[in-house]
């Protein structure tokens, strides 16, 4: 299973009171890591940097050596990208000796879901522009080409592209406020961001919304190229598939089409109903259907899957976020039954802002 | 049997000029090292030199098609080569930086730019009506080419006679390729009472004399008014910073960092220049026959595709780089002739020299910024990674800037008429 990657063994233990300092920390993860910046700091009772040089990975494990012949207590701070490209953190301290006051930069900044709030608020702003930039530029295109054939609901996919373009830088500086707010612009920090899985994956969003615009130019003089779009859109869909949290008890390649089948019929719902406002077409209701029966039926399993029990909508965040979310999809369900579309849009929005916070947070399993 | 058309005897002497000027213009590379070790000079140093000889070879295409309008094409191609032997020739007796920079930098870069790609497109569109794209196809190789096959001989040369021998050789070349040009080349198919191969009316009269200056600012005022002229300009700037900026100058380093050996990198290089040839001469024959914006549309979609595929094909060893080399190497330089025919198509035949020149000038800005921040980022990053997709990026913006391009000034091809017409 993948997707933010928690703290499960530390050697030292955290709150452990030794005799004398280690040679290496070491710390385990959930899943394989990659270290983001250097992976660990450790600061000694005097507030400055007991370790030495950056992390090493090796699997789920992450390590680095520390030295200095302080006594009292030491702080931990981790930073790491999961192989799904989330960004988490954590901290705990440990003690040679006696305990002392902690003085270690920026210790205790209070994090929510395993990353800085500022980072969970760009994250969160960021993949509501991607999912939104995704349905009006691959949904509002198919609506427009395939249900409708009405020109004006191709103006929304521009639109799209723009947002598209505008999410993924956004979603870069979101990674690195995630890891520490005072590094979002630092060159250090964004090289690292950029070279981690989230880096390729950062490429792949930019390749897809580069070659939707090349694609509607190219659509003026040959109808045929519609056929790119939906393909297209799958790809799209698939590389945030790979990008959204892991699947517990489901085969890997399994996990990931449900996932990507979410987001392809949020994007037909969501980018179908704006095309609709626009440019009613008549076709547009079994489409509608079929994309609702899907999007419903792939969200229930996704969530089945990510809870223990029940009990999790209330106790965790994640939970939480998506206890707001679904009854709101019963009320977008509820205009679109009674036909009040606009009201449908404006709901479905903020239904895709809830899930941009589910996203960013770590599910409960 | 019918007479052999004359043009086809200047496109035969313009091949070898464009063989022969590649091969100068790529010899400083091969300098680098004995002149490090002679005069001590740092690698810095020697490389402001291959810089201005790089950054001259492009803004210098405008000023010279301005000059083969002016002056004609046969005395600037002759003028040129002796300035290219004076120039590689002079080097033997320099013993300061300065004068490297002067002797290969300036002389050098001007004399090779003044035979690139410019004279390319200049021969193939006054002589060839028919089989044009094929004519500017098999000129632009022979440029691609004659930077692969010289390299390895004069490498031999530098490192076993000594640079100044090398030197000297290119001189001699420059100087004997003197006599071929003066006595072959013509400007224009109506100085041998021709026409144009496969041309149904007399050739466009000779413009009015221009003074070569005006005449190559000219040619960018009229560009710059043009919306098509932005969009050549902007997808050519993007070819170049995709394939000498990039990979040109970074696959081989790379490729080391890889853990490949040098000798087979290089390699690696020189198939790409093979399918390169293979490929530019096809794209010739298909700008003859199909929508030259379609043309340049797949070959930016699919280079883009494979720049973003290569950061995997390094992880896939060499089967990976085997499937890079065959895709890329295809359209290396296959954008030209497509390019050519439209900037054509927009500025007409007898503005195509200056106007094609600052889009060539545009080429090679792409390139030398490539080159260099593609090795900034290497050095900075540790990894050129970003490099590689980002140049793979910039080809897909590269690919819907060219379907953008204006039909309004463009003949209608590929629409559902049976047979393409001849499209000019």
Same mark, same amino acid.
């Given at each position: ?8 063994? *530390? ?18 993860? *959930? ?52 192989? %799904? ?45 991607? @999912? ?17 054939? %009405? ?33 979002? @612009? %630092? ?52 590389? %945030? ?10 085969? @890997? ?81 509820? @205009? ?30 | ?24 213009? $790529? ?8 002149? =490090? ?20 070879? /492009? ?18 191609? !002759? ?21 490297? +920079? ?5 002389? &050098? ?37 004659? =930077? ?13 006679? /000594? ?27 109506? +100085? &041998? ?9 007399? +050739? ?5 004399? =221009? ?62 220049? &093979? ?30 595709? $494979? ?12 089967? /990976? ?32 020299? !200056? ?6 000038? $545009?080429? =090679? ?25 980002? $140049? ?21 091809? /590929? ?10």
């Amino acid at each position: 299973m993948f997707a933010h990657a928690r703290l499960v063994v *530390s050697n030292p233990a955290p709150g452990a009171v030794l005799d004398a300092l280690p040679s290496v920390v070491e710390l385990v993860f *959930s899943e394989p890591v990659v270290a983001a910046g250097r992976g660990i700091n450790v600061y000694g009772p005097d507030g400055r940097l007991a370790s030495t040089g950056a992390a090493r990975a090796s699997g789920d494990g992450l390590s680095v050596e520390v030295a200095g012949g302080l006594s009292g207590t030491y702080a931990v701070v981790w930073t790491v990208v999961a192989s %799904d490209t989330h960004p988490s953190r954590g901290e705990f301290t440990f003690s040679v000796g006696h305990a002392s006051p902690v003085r270690a930069p920026g210790f205790g900044g209070g994090d929510l879901g395993l990353v800085s709030p500022v980072g969970l608020v760009l994250q969160s702003l960021g993949r509501w522009m991607h @999912f939104a930039g995704y349905a009006l530029g691959f949904g509002a295109a198919v609506y427009a080409l395939f249900v409708a054939r %009405d020109p004006r609901a191709l103006r929304l996919a521009g639109v799209g592209v723009v947002l598209l373009l505008v999410a993924e830088p956004l979603a870069l500086f979101a990674q690195t406020a995630s890891l520490d707010p005072s590094q979002t @612009f %630092d060159g250090d920090a964004l090289t690292g961001a950029l070279a981690s899985p989230f880096g390729r994956v950062l490429g792949l969003r930019l390749a897809a919304a580069l070659a939707l615009w090349a694609v509607l130019g190219a659509l003026r003089q040959a109808a045929w190229l519609r056929w790119a779009l939906p393909l297209l859109g799958a790809a799209l869909a698939l590389v %945030d598939a790979s990008a959204a949290h892991g699947t517990p008890l489901l085969p @890997f390649p399994l996990g990931l089409v449900l996932n990507a089948l979410h987001v392809a019929t949020m994007g037909m719902w969501l980018g179908g109903v704006a095309a609709f406002v626009i440019a009613p077409a008549g076709g547009f209701g079994r489409v509608a259907d079929w994309s609702l029966g899907l999007l419903v039926v792939s969200g229930v399993a996704l969530a089945l899957l990510h809870f223990d029990s029940p009990l999790e909508l209330l106790t965790t965040p994640y939970g939480a976020v998506l206890a707001i979310k679904v009854p709101l999809v019963a009320v977008a369900l509820l @205009f679109a039954w009674r036909a009040r579309h606009r009201w449908e849009l404006a709901t479905l929005l903020v239904v895709v802002a809830a899930a941009s916070v589910v996203v960013s947070l770590p599910p409960p399993r | 049997m019918r007479r052999l058309h004359y043009g086809w005897v200047v496109a035969g002497v313009t091949w070898f000029t464009l063989l022969a000027a590649a091969g100068f213009r $790529s010899t400083p590379g091969v300098l680098i090292v004995p002149l =490090q070790h002679e005069f001590g000079w740092s690698r810095a140093t020697i490389s402001i030199a291959v810089s201005i000889n790089l950054m001259l070879f /492009g803004l210098f295409a405008p000023f010279a098609g301005g000059l083969m309008e002016r002056f004609g094409v046969r005395r600037v191609v !002759v003028g040129a080569l002796l300035t290219v032997s004076a120039g590689s020739g002079l080097t033997v007796f320099m013993h300061e930086p300065w004068q490297l +920079d002067l002797l290969w930098g300036v002389v &050098v870069g001007v004399g090779t730019g003044s035979m690139a790609t410019v004279l390319a497109a200049i021969v193939a569109n006054r002589w060839f009506v028919q089989r044009r794209g094929l004519v500017l196809g098999a000129l632009t190789a022979a440029g691609a080419t004659g =930077q692969l096959i010289f390299l390895p001989a004069l490498a031999w040369l530098a490192v076993n006679m /000594g640079w100044r021998a090398a030197a000297l050789v290119v001189a001699g070349a420059a100087l004997l390729g003197i006599p071929l040009v003066a006595l072959f080349m013509r400007d224009r198919p109506a +100085d &041998v009472g021709l026409r144009a191969y496969g041309a149904t009316e007399a +050739d466009d009269p000779a413009p009015p004399l =221009q003074n070569p200056v005006r005449a190559a600012l000219g040619g960018l005022a009229m560009g710059v008014r043009n919306r098509n002229f932005w969009l050549l300009a902007g997808s050519f700037f993007i070819c170049g910073a995709s394939t000498n900026g990039l990979i040109g100058t970074h696959l081989i380093p790379a490729s080391i960092d890889h853990g490949m050996p040098e000798v087979t990198a290089a390699s690696v290089l020189a198939f790409i220049g &093979v399918f390169d040839v293979v490929g530019t001469m096809i794209s010739g024959w298909l700008t003859d026959r199909l929508d030259s914006r379609w043309l340049l549309f797949w070959y930016y979609g699919l280079r883009g595709l $494979s720049l973003l595929f290569l950061p995997y094909a390094f992880g896939m060893q060499y089967f /990976g780089l085997f499937l890079f080399i065959v895709f890329y190497g295809l359209d290396w330089v296959a954008t030209v002739p497509p390019t050519v025919a439209l900037t054509a198509d927009t500025f007409g035949r007898k503005n195509l020299g !200056v106007v094609y020149g600052w889009i060539f000038a $545009s080429h =090679q800005l792409g390139a030398a910024s490539a080159a260099f921040a593609a090795g900034a980022v290497r050095t900075y990053f540790g990894d050129y990674q970003l490099a590689f997709m980002t $140049s793979g990026l910039l080809c897909l913006i590269a690919a819907g800037l060219v379907i953008r391009i204006g039909r309004a000034s463009l003949p209608a091809v /590929g629409t559902p008429a049976p047979l393409p017409a001849p499209s000019y």
